[in-house]
């Protein structure tokens, strides 16, 4: 039964529920009094607070009730308990988890009852109304204490149930992470947040008083925000603070916490409650619950979808304002157009997707309230909205599908499911509807791009606590020098680095090409291919040599684990290269194993602790010998650019990067020397590596001697078209006799390592 269903069905119950209470009197709710509504007349001052059951509770309550039963604390879901697949049975529910599971309800020794069914009212649903079949339920006395109180003589125990109620069960003991894996340590984290220290002495009328002014109360304290939460939050500052203006302050408040954001009788997935969702004049949810409850106080839109300017923390229109307090500098709403990351007037901005579940939290931990990772991320290439990467091209459009698997966060995410699935990549599944397309002006050229994606937190993570979208072994779009396909190790975590750090193109798409190289287009490796070179299949590799790893080299084992699932390279973790040295940093979100001087280029720390697993001793990986590694690495690369200038083959920093003249004016086509088509294919090869190399920046880290093997004998290809040991003296002639790389090149080309 659909929710939709149900919530008919409970609203036909509700009526005929007046006829139920009519016959049966109100027998539930009769107690025995003194006659004096005051608690204080009881004997003893205050009477037990005993427990009467959720069937007594609804006799009065149906209003939450009918909310309740939407909930997942009514636990109306249902499996099949052989397969575990899915049922919709409503009200017939036996629930999940369901008496049995696990010993819930047979077992004494089970511990699960505590908090899905902590005072037995599974055993005490009303048939037609909150079940027709037993099952383990969070009822209303679980979180409201007992109910023997409260007939017209008394409050309930706990009449607004605060965070510690929630956190009874939503703590670090929470152990469902497979069905729930957001739901751990939420009480912890929450009582570190900024929300837990909401209110300060900002907030306070005067200096002293415990009164939180009225406006404040709003986003500040819990009471403000559920009395005025329907003051919208698209509102600016200057209409704030008139609408606030003779509103009453917030006495002996509490600061937010769960049941300022959830509206715990509802507690529906996605769906927050204190704010309801927005939709069009169709129907359609065009902002969820999540990103209106977020935004009610971190102010975003206005009422009509635009981005704010005079949000009321913004230091434009507030003197006390500030932009560490405000999103609308940093996030727009998509579709927002004032707003791109592309074009004359692009701005860092991250575009939201208002009408997704996880609008917010697909980026951002809710319980937590730290942007340290954010931060970090924001600073880095993958968080940079104006990088080349993200602007270059509308990857939204039709002829970008391929290349939006990993210029877009919703093609990645598409690709990395489908590979999961064991599919192939469609396109056509990307959903860029929510974002601002690409303008055009009245000749139908394309003005501006409108928004991209970078390659957002849910691109990488399935939650926000950290879940990985691992698409398992990655089989490249390329094959290898002898014609067979490719597919990389499970390299655990880093498998979703993998999905785009491999290359479009490989050194044996040159090698199993059948085209005619003395007319055909440079084949570009297209770029930051550090998975494949870690795994020696990136470049062009020429006949009868040998490119297999040295036996010392590990950094393909960084991360592996064991049969046993142990770390074989102790220190690196077990989630594989790219994260075992790029993310084990102080700073891991930056991905940088390295700090590198922005003017020269040098390094000037080593970040990643996964190097010192392995390089002690006397081969410690100090600033000083990965800069010396560097810069022998680039004279070679430089020697190798004007070897090939020798044979013809210019290169030049735009695509496609080789051209026949020093002007760049005329792309290379013919890649033979004096029309023999046997030397096309090695030519090739030679440019390739050199450009496969000159975009991948650390390459000599990732697998030194590879690198220098496909350099070394690409040199000595060119300089006379034979594979005879040549470079050594070749470099001391001319032109390189003299130059600036020479002394490091000849020290880096000494020998085929």
């Known amino acids: 039964m659909s929710m939709k269903k149900l919530k008919s069905k409970t609203r036909w119950f509700m009526l005929a529920l007046f006829a139920l209470m009519t016959a049966i009197g109100f027998a539930g709710c009769s107690v025995e009094d003194s006659g004096d509504d005051s608690i204080s007349s009881l004997e003893g001052d205050l009477r037990t607070y005993e427990k009467v059951g959720i069937n007594v509770c ?10 309740w039963i939407q909930g997942q604390h009514a636990n109306v879901q249902a499996i099949d ?11 017939d529910s036996d629930g999940f988890p369901y008496y049995g599971y696990s010993g819930l309800g047979t077992d004494p020794e089970s511990n699960c009852a505590s908090c899905h069914d902590p005072e037995g009212d599974g055993r005490n649903l009303v048939a037609d109304l909150t079940g027709n079949t037993s099952r383990p339920v969070i009822g209303c006395e679980s979180c409201h204490g007992g109910g023997n109180n409260h007939y017209g003589i008394g409050p309930i125990e706990t009449p607004t149930p605060d965070y510690q109620t929630c956190g009874n069960c939503h703590n670090s003991e929470f152990d469902h992470l497979a069905y729930h894996p957001n739901g751990d340590n939420i009480l912890e984290e929450y009582m570190v947040s900024p929300h ?47 609408e606030f203006e003779h509103l009453a302050n917030i006495s002996n408040a509490s600061a937010v916490q769960c049941r300022t954001c959830h509206d715990p009788h509802t507690t529906k997935e996605g769906d927050f409650g204190r704010v309801s969702e927005t939709k069009n004049s169709d129907g359609v949810v065009t902002q969820t619950s999540e990103f209106n409850t977020c935004t009610s106080c971190h102010q975003l839109n206005d ?60 980026c951002h931990n809710p319980h937590l309230a730290d942007n340290t990772i954010n931060k970090q991320w924001a600073r880095s290439a993958h968080g940079n909205p104006t990088g080349e990467p993200w602007k270059h091209y509308d990857w939204k459009a039709a002829n970008r599908s391929s290349c939006s698997r990993c210029h877009s966060t919703t093609g990645f995410v598409n690709y990395n499911m489908a590979v999961a699935g064991g599919e192939s990549y469609d396109a056509s599944k990307n959903d860029f509807s929510y974002l601002t397309p690409a ?9 501006n791009l409108g928004q991209n994606e970078t390659l957002y937190c849910w691109g990488c993570h399935s939650d926000y606590k950290g879940g990985i979208r691992n698409p398992g072994p990655i089989t490249a779009d390329y094959v290898d020098m002898d014609g067979t396909a490719i597919t990389f190790p499970d390299v655990s975590a880093s498998n979703v680095c993998m999905a785009c750090h491999t290359g479009r193109e490989g050194g044996g798409s040159i090698a199993n090409s059948t085209a005619d190289f003395s007319s055909q287009g440079f084949i570009n490796s297209h770029y930051l291919t550090a998975g494949a070179t870690l795994f020696n299949v990136s470049g062009y590799e020429y006949s009868g040599l040998d490119y297999s790893n040295e036996n010392f080299y590990e950094h393909d084992r960084i991360g592996s684990v064991d049969a046993n ?13 790219c994260v075992g040295c790029h993310m084990t940093t102080s700073e891991k979100h930056l991905f940088l194993p390295v700090t590198e001087d922005e003017t020269t280029g040098e390094i000037t720390a080593v970040n990643s602790t996964a190097c010192a697993s392995c390089h002690g001793g006397g081969f410690e990986m100090t600033p000083a010998t990965l800069n010396e590694r560097k810069n022998l690495h680039h004279d070679g690369l430089e020697a190798l650019k004007i070897q090939l200038q020798q044979s ?14 020093a002007a760049g004016t005329s792309a290379v086509r013919d890649w033979t020397t004096g029309g023999d088509a046997t030397t096309g294919k090695p030519n090739m090869g030679a440019a390739y590596n050199y450009n496969l190399f000159e975009h991948d920046p650390g390459a000599y880290a990732h697998n030194n001697y590879y690198v220098k093997r496909l350099l070394y004998d690409s040199f000595d290809w060119l300089d006379d078209n034979l594979m005879n040991g040549s470079v050594g003296a070749t470099l001391t002639a001319s032109p390189h006799a003299g130059a600036s790389y020479q002394a490091g090149a000849q020290l880096y080309f000494s020998k085929r390592p």
Do not use: W
């Not at 308990?81 to 009200?91: V, Y």
């Not at 303008?439 to 003005?447: D, P």
């Not at 390279?569 to 290269?577: C, D, K, Q």
């Open 565 to 577: 699932g142990n770390a074989v390279v102790e220190g690196t973790g077990t989630n594989g290269p």
């Open 196 to 242: 837990f220290n909401s209110i300060n002495d900002h907030t306070y009328i005067e200096e002293g008083s415990t009164e939180v002014r009225a406006r404040c109360s709003r986003c500040h304290t819990d009471e403000g925000f559920r009395k005025y939460n329907s003051i919208p939050g698209t509102t600016g500052y200057s209409d704030l603070t008139d």
């Open 58 to 67: 609804t006799n009065c309550h149906y209003g939450q009730v009918s909310q």
């Open 648 to 661: 013809g083959f210019y290169f030049s920093a735009s695509y496609p990067y080789f051209y026949s003249d």
């Open 439 to 447: 303008s055009t002006n009245a000749e139908g050229a394309v003005v």
């Open 303 to 362: 009422a009509n979808g635009v981005a704010m300017t005079d949000a009321y923390h913004d230091p434009s229109v507030n003197q006390y304002g500030s932009l560490e307090e405000v999103i609308t500098d940093t996030h727009a709403m998509g579709g927002d157009p004032t707003r791109v990351n592309t074009g004359d007037n692009a701005g860092d901005y991250i575009f939201i997707k208002a009408d997704a579940v996880n609008s917010c939290a697909g």
């Open 81 to 91: 308990h052989d397969t575990h697949a899915d049922l919709d049975l409503g009200l």
